[in-house]
């Protein structure tokens, strides 16, 4: 299986940029003494709602990576698990080569119709091996169930000026069904997965969760305390709570980490993730 080598997030005051996106993987790669030349694969994440190129292609070619593979991958808040699995895939049997996920987070530029959560923009990007060092990734499970695909969703608004609108039919008859759905599909599949290899809930160190108004009753399914408030960086928030923990050094040796996220779908992604002996923290 592989390797988390390195991760590291920025908050930003607007929405990233290319060149801010393609500088926190130059920095990183420096970090850990990787050069472009070694990155066999660059995925990119983000809530694409613009008609707009690749930005997978711009990164890797910036960072001097063009003979890399560069694909962006949308699946909406769920998607750098999605892009992590892809990445070991691309790199699996292969010692020498490596991968990077790079994300981002734009909320400056989407309407919202609640106030629920504190939501930020920012760039981050991980680095996955098969060296053997960091935070070794044991699982990596995703389902999905589209029964109430649409009853939230990111769309373009034209009204004088253009705009981009968070929308939620709380109107809608199946509503109250969504919002059970959203507690129960989610809590089993990671139960699921964590049965698949042995592990169990009081075995976990550390949990990360997309933040939403789902992170408290999912704990209460699981009965664990609810984690300490993260703010919502739409498909970021995974690198940036995993960011934050490993720079706070609160991962010892042999800790395990269960990471949950569920996207507009829905779509849910758990990764279960192991700290070896040798941990990089930024």
């Not at 993987?25 to 990119?44: D, P």
């Not at 699982?139 to 929308?167: C, M, R």
Request: proline share 3%; glycine share 6%.
């Amino acid at each position: 299986m592989a390797w988390i080598t390195a991760v590291e997030t920025a908050y930003l005051e607007a929405s990233p940029t290319i060149e801010e996106r393609t500088s926190i993987v130059k920095s990183v790669l420096t970090k850990v003494n990787i050069s472009a030349y070694q990155v066999s694969a660059v995925l990119s994440t983000g809530i694409d709602v613009y008609v707009q190129p690749s930005d997978s292609v711009a990164i890797s070619c910036g960072i001097g990576a063009a003979q890399a593979l560069a694909a962006s991958i949308n699946n909406s808040c769920a998607s750098v698990p999605v892009a992590i699995d892809i990445a070991i895939h691309q790199i699996s049997n292969h010692s020498e080569k490596i991968a990077v996920v790079t994300s981002s987070s734009i909320f400056n530029d989407i309407h919202r119709d609640n106030n629920e959560n504190n939501f930020a923009n920012g760039v981050g990007v991980a680095v996955i091996t098969n060296n053997g060092c960091g935070l070794r990734i044991i699982k990596i499970n995703h389902q999905s169930d589209a029964t109430y695909f649409g009853l939230k969703t990111i769309e373009p608004v034209v009204d004088k000026v253009f705009k981009l609108a968070f929308k939620e039919k709380r109107n809608d008859p199946n509503w109250s069904q969504y919002r059970q759905a959203a507690i129960d599909f989610p809590v089993s599949v990671l139960k699921d997965s964590l049965d698949e290899i042995g592990w169990c809930i009081p075995d976990i160190s550390h949990w990360i969760f997309h933040r939403s108004k789902f992170t408290k009753k999912w704990c209460s399914e699981l009965g664990i305390e609810t984690p300490v408030f993260f703010t919502n960086m739409g498909p970021l928030t995974v690198l940036a709570q995993l960011y934050e923990l490993l720079k706070s050094k609160k991962v010892i040796a042999g800790d395990k980490i269960a990471v949950l996220e569920i996207g507009l779908g829905m779509s849910v992604s758990v990764m279960l993730l192991q700290n070896g002996d040798d941990l990089w923290t930024g």
